[in-house]
């Protein structure tokens, strides 16, 4: 136990309470930051400028990742006295590699999500003929859709000004970025500027049916699906983190179609239906 009345043991003292002093006016200076940014937000949301930031838990980082086992099917052959063949069958289970390093992690996830992602499905003779009957149904129903839901389906409705200000507007704050790193904040401060030039380049899009390098581009992060072997990169949902305009574009086009929706889904469905609730069909 070092004695109290030494120079050297006063000195680490000192050190020590200055670098708790240092670490306390650290600490209230995040608090205050952090009350003044969610004050900001506050007062944004009140007045329309986005949606309340919903709330945020650090992911549990991924640590250990196992390939797939395989299983290798022998068989042997072996003549009787009987004139008979003897079949033996026989397995042989090779455990996958296990990966530590988050170089290796990130290398074997990204392998199996690039190989199931870009997985070419050939559906069959039964499945084009439903294809074909319900895209025929909802192609004679659309004739019948109210004409302000027609009119407002066009692109010219579609990425008009205002529907890209409701469209802004309509996001939470605080979602993280994209891979080119703007945050939905900066189109919050200058939404009407750049709402007009948000729609020239969606009126492109939409004209020649393809986006921008940084709009096809996403940032993935796995998510454990709390069910399985957390070792297992089957049981991890990529959740994708897409730019700012692509979520604005895509919102555009969900306002529009979620107002002929009601229209052309018949009414026991109500999922994904606004104002129908499965609490008015059960009640009953």
């Not at 066009?154 to 979602?175: C, E, Y």
């Not at 990529?238 to 969900?254: G, N, Q």
């Amino acid at each position: 136990m070092p004695d109290p009345e030494s120079s050297r043991y006063r000195r680490v003292t000192c050190t020590l309470n200055r670098y708790k002093g240092k670490l306390r006016l650290q600490i209230h200076k995040d608090r205050r930051r952090r009350d003044d940014q969610e004050e900001y937000t506050a007062q944004m949301v009140a007045t329309g400028q986005g949606k309340q930031p919903k709330p945020w838990a650090p992911p549990q980082p991924v640590t250990r990742v196992q390939e797939p086992a395989t299983c290798n099917v022998h068989a042997a052959l072996k003549p009787t006295s009987q004139g008979r063949v003897h079949l033996t069958l026989s397995t042989r289970r090779t455990e996958g590699t296990v990966h530590t390093s988050q170089e290796d992690i990130a290398a074997s996830v990204s392998t199996y999500w690039e190989s199931l992602l870009n997985a070419v499905h050939t559906p069959s003779e039964q499945a084009e003929r439903d294809k074909a009957g319900v895209l025929s149904r909802l192609s004679a129903e659309v004739k019948s859709l109210p004409e302000s839901v027609t009119e407002g389906l066009t692109t010219a409705n579609l990425v008009s000004v205002d529907n890209i200000i409701d469209a802004v507007r309509s996001l939470s704050r605080g979602s993280t970025p994209g891979e080119d790193n703007m945050g939905l904040e900066f189109f919050l401060e200058h939404i009407h500027e750049i709402a007009a030039l948000l729609h020239t380049l969606f009126a492109d899009v939409l004209a020649k049916g393809h986006m921008t390098h940084s709009m096809c581009r996403a940032i993935l992060s796995p998510i454990y699906k709390n069910k399985g072997s957390k070792e297992d990169r089957a049981m991890y949902r990529p959740i994708s983190v897409t730019t700012i305009p692509y979520r604005i574009l895509a919102k555009c086009i969900a306002q529009k179609l979620s107002l002929a929706v009601p229209t052309l889904i018949d009414d026991p469905q109500v999922g994904h239906c606004p104002g129908r609730f499965s609490r008015t069909k059960t009640s009953g």
